[in-house]
């Protein structure tokens, strides 16, 4: 299973960023969790709109849902050009009631409450959930594949001890780290710190633990520092990356339209390369960082990081690189 982080800010994004959205894909079915601002616009370097199978929202804070009210157009298009697309499906939390009710758009989208519901099967994803703790009604989700937790999303909670239980297990922890331990000594509430994720990673025994929810004020440097004393294991969730959570046969196997580029291991070319890849709207997926779990590929020194595309992408992505490379190193700085 493959997610793609589409937003990782919280509760607004800074210059060039987005909010929470995370792209989930599994046999060709995928599903968005959470759809705050500049997701849709991120999505599509991925997929097409109409690609989307369903939509999870966790909560109703517009972080997380204000990209709906764009997409309603969109999928109003999609269904006025071809019959055979049918309403999206979106599963929401139905309090605050108001909020709730500014979703449905014409005929555009199958709109369902949560709350009643704590299971969800689409496709090959099972999804269950947990109330969590923040100021209006929100789900934690967890995302179960071939049988196996593949994934816990905290969603935006303040910590406690169910969310132990609930991400007992899992291939990957997406958890929201909005605040600092300083902020909770301060008195602020609503969300966690970057060490109360940590904590929790470690309680619940998973492989790897992304930080999402970040605050577009300060440097998330610092919130990976936090966390990393108590769980080593942690990155953090960045835009446009795409993460493997299972295991290293399945992830293979889920890269098969994926092709590695012959590129020098500098990093700052491999740096720059990223940055221009992920600019020209081609996904990127690197080897050999700290998650080598989540990328199911081997971990190893700076000489063994590879730099992956999809495969319909590696022409494009080739004279990239031969721009980048045709380039004397001072003019690259
Ligand atoms: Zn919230």
Sequence with gaps: MKIIVLGNYGPYPPAGGSCSGYLLE??????????????????????????????????????????????????????????????????????????????????????????????????????????????????????????????????????????????????????????????????????????QAGSLALEAGVKDLLLTHLPAYRNGTL????????????????????YMCGSSSENEASLKNWVQLDVETDPIILSLLEGRLKSEGIPVLISGEALGGIYGLTTGPLAERKILVPSRCLEEAKEILLDIESQEPEDLL
Excluded at 115 to 121: A, G, I
Excluded at 233 to 240: D, H, N, R, T
Aim: glycine fraction near 6%; aromatic fraction near 12%.
């Design 26 to 195: 599994q046999d060709d079915c995928y599903i968005l969790l959470d759809c705050g601002n500049g997701v849709l616009s991120n999505l599509q370097h991925f997929i097409e709109i109409k690609d989307l199978s369903a939509i999870i929202i966790s909560h109703l804070h517009s972080d997380h849902i204000s990209d709906l009210f764009i997409l309603r157009y969109a999928w109003q298009m999609e269904m006025a050009k071809d019959p055979a697309i049918k309403p999206l499906a979106i599963f929401a939390p139905g309090v605050p009631k108001a909020e709730f009710m500014r979703i449905p758009y014409k005929d555009v989208f199958m709109l369902e409450a949560l709350d009643k519901q704590k299971e969800v099967q689409i496709g090959p994803f099972s999804f269950s959930f947990l109330q969590t703790i923040h100021p209006v009604p929100c789900y934690a989700v967890s995302i179960v594949v071939g049988g196996q937790k593949k994934l816990v999303y905290s969603a935006d909670t303040e910590y406690f001890s169910g969310l132990k239980d609930f991400s007992a297990g899992a291939s990957l922890l997406l958890c929201e780290a909005n605040y600092l331990e300083e902020d909770l000594q301060q008195g602020k509430t609503n969300h966690m710190s970057a060490f």
């Design 223 to 242: 919130y990976l520092e936090e966390a990393r004393k108590i769980f080593p294991g942690v990155s953090l969730a960045e835009e446009g990356r795409v």
